[in-house]
């Protein structure tokens, strides 16, 4: 049950708006947020971690079967601006290496054109932020960077500011396909983001994991955690 592509969302996450965010309590003190436009030579490490634990039941043909299955998958990703125009990056040279426990480390260096703004950087609002508001702006870029996995119930809650980082209380629930395998994990979690640059620092996201099968002819009963963690310097 591969979970690269998770690991590696999680990565480029932590990586115009048709509705405004939702009115803040009007007694709450506001954090403001600078977003500090990337410059050339700019660079980024992100490193992150996924582990999955989960007991399966299988039955095939009347055959039925159990398995513990525990998957590790760690990665870094160095990135570093190489060219910027109107604010915005333009080309970035990015350097990946990603260890699953079940071969060596495979790592390859590329450069990518375009790039623009980090999503969770243009998703903070100019106003200031109060504690308990929600944030939809943050809430539709979580949701549009997941690509190819089903993605619903997306809450996104300013707590406050801690420290230089601003805190956010994350809610979503995840669905992806492995196969005939139908996979739901319910996260929760923190993201932290700087309140100087409006850059991502960190996110931690874990839950229940359950696993069905969309298969009529396989029988499959799943559960475990999932945790996922990105730090970025």
């Not at 054109?113 to 504690?131: K, Q, R, W």
């Not at 739901?184 to 991502?200: A, F, H, I, N, R």
């Not at 009963?221 to 970025?232: F, L, P, Q, S």
């Amino acid at each position: 049950m591969p979970l690269r592509p998770l690991l590696l969302l999680l990565v480029a996450l932590c990586g115009g708006c048709t509705k405004g965010e939702r009115p803040a309590p009007p007694s709450s003190a506001g954090t403001t947020f600078t977003k500090r436009a990337p410059s050339v030579g700019d660079k980024h490490e992100k490193t992150s971690e996924l582990t999955l634990r989960a007991s399966l039941e299988t039955e095939v043909a009347g055959k039925s079967a159990e398995t513990e299955l525990v998957t590790h998958e760690r990665s870094r990703r160095t990135e570093e601006v190489l060219a910027v125009a109107d604010g915005s990056v333009t080309k970035t040279r990015v350097t990946l290496e990603v260890e699953d426990g079940a071969g060596p480390v495979t790592s390859r260096t590329y450069d990518v054109e375009g790039g623009g703004v980090d999503p969770v950087t243009a998703a903070l609002p100019v106003a200031p932020l109060a504690p308990g508001q929600k944030v939809d702006a943050l809430e539709r870029a979580i949701a549009d960077q997941m690509k190819g996995l089903e993605v619903a119930n997306v809450e996104v809650t300013f707590e406050g500011a801690k420290g230089d980082d601003g805190a956010f209380a994350i809610a979503i629930k995840v669905g992806k396909m492995e196969g005939p395998v139908a996979m739901t994990m319910d996260l929760k979690g923190k993201l932290y983001v700087s309140t100087k640059t409006g850059w991502p620092a960190s996110m931690h996201l874990e839950g229940p994991v359950t696993a069905t099968s969309a298969d009529p002819t396989m029988k499959v009963r799943g559960a475990g955690t999932v945790t996922m963690h990105v730090e970025d310097r």
